[in-house]
């Protein structure tokens, strides 16, 4: 199941509404955060200091609005993943150059955040921060990005001439001439497996194959790829990586 693609209502609080080192979950994860930027900001979280607006703020009212956001799912909540952050004008002239680095690392930021309360984000998350706002406030507006990023699968063996095949939202592995991965290999099932993209990920599942379908050595009925799989379909490896 996939959460309808949806945008967050634009809503903000005071900075001084949000603490950065108060208590609670998540503490750990915004002091990581912390250390990030003093590595990635030339001169440390000062230089941004004083501005009207910090970094930890910013990620504290992500993670707020993560939550706010959930939509449950048959495996696990589906969370935005695409999130605008809007700073008056002054504010982004005060990050300056930094304003990359720091959204950068605010989504990294809140993917680890998902990862550790097992919420599903798609592609990846994403941040960007921009002018336009309104003095002292933190405007954010998110959204669901369901677009698949793409795959690619890379034949390894059992297959003479090797090739590669690219996947977008689904494809279906077998010898029938509409299948997007079109293998000539007796072993392997008219309609052998399909690989289809979902909130949490590419999903591979075999359609009741004569031969079976394996992910790393192990037969698997269904599962979610991970870059770098090797999946056997009849006596074919095929090696699936995620593209850049």
Same mark, same amino acid.
């Not at 903000?12 to 955060?33: E, M």
């Not at 494809?171 to 997007?180: F, H, K, S, T, Y």
């Given at each position: 199941?996939?959460?309808?693609?949806?945008?967050?209502? !634009?809503?903000?609080?005071?900075?001084?509404?949000?603490?950065?080192?108060?208590?609670?979950?998540?503490?750990?994860?915004?002091?990581?955060?912390?250390?990030?930027? $003093?590595?990635?900001?030339?001169?440390?979280?000062?230089?941004?200091?004083?501005?009207?607006?910090?970094? !930890?703020?910013?990620?504290?009212?992500?993670?707020?609005?993560?939550?706010?956001?959930?939509?449950?799912?048959?495996?696990?909540?589906?969370?935005?993943?695409?999130?605008?952050?809007?700073?008056?004008?002054?504010?982004?002239?005060?990050?300056?150059?930094?304003?990359?680095?720091?959204?950068?690392? !605010?989504?990294?930021?809140?993917?680890?955040?998902?990862?550790?309360?097992?919420?599903?984000?798609?592609?990846?998350?994403?941040?960007?921060?921009?002018?336009?706002?309104?003095?002292?406030?933190?405007?954010? $507006?998110?959204?669901?990005?369901?677009?698949?990023?793409?795959?690619?699968?890379?034949? %390894?063996?059992?297959?003479?001439?090797?090739?590669?095949?690219?996947?977008?939202?689904?494809?279906?592995?077998?010898?029938?001439?509409?299948?997007?991965?079109?293998?000539?290999?007796?072993?392997?099932?008219?309609?052998?497996? %399909?690989? $289809?993209?979902?909130?949490?990920?590419?999903?591979?599942?075999?359609?009741?194959?004569?031969?079976?379908?394996?992910?790393?050595?192990?037969?698997?009925?269904?599962?979610?790829?991970?870059?770098?799989?090797?999946?056997?379909?009849?006596?074919?490896?095929?090696?699936?990586?995620?593209?850049?």
């Amino acid at each position: 199941m996939r959460a309808a693609a949806s945008v967050g209502p !634009l809503s903000d609080v005071p900075w001084s509404a949000i603490t950065p080192h108060s208590p609670g979950a998540g503490v750990s994860l915004l002091r990581r955060l912390e250390d990030a930027l $003093e590595t990635v900001i030339d001169g440390g979280l000062a230089r941004v200091a004083g501005g009207g607006v910090h970094p !930890l703020e910013i990620a504290r009212r992500l993670q707020s609005e993560m939550a706010d956001g959930r939509l449950l799912g048959t495996d696990a909540p589906y969370v935005p993943n695409r999130y605008v952050v809007t700073l008056a004008d002054a504010e982004m002239a005060h990050l300056g150059d930094v304003a990359a680095e720091i959204s950068e690392e !605010l989504g990294r930021h809140l993917q680890e955040h998902a990862a550790e309360q097992a919420w599903a984000v798609g592609d990846g998350v994403t941040v960007r921060l921009q002018g336009g706002g309104r003095p002292g406030r933190i405007a954010v $507006e998110r959204e669901f990005d369901e677009r698949a990023p793409g795959a690619r699968l890379l034949v %390894e063996a059992g297959q003479s001439g090797g090739g590669s095949f690219e996947i977008g939202e689904r494809a279906v592995i077998g010898r029938e001439p509409d299948c997007e991965v079109l293998l000539a290999e007796s072993a392997v099932s008219r309609r052998h497996a %399909e690989i $289809e993209w979902t909130y949490h990920g590419y999903r591979l599942r075999d359609l009741g194959s004569r031969n079976g379908t394996f992910v790393n050595a192990e037969e698997v009925d269904e599962v979610l790829l991970a870059d770098g799989d090797l999946i056997e379909v009849g006596l074919v490896q095929l090696r699936f990586h995620l593209i850049d």
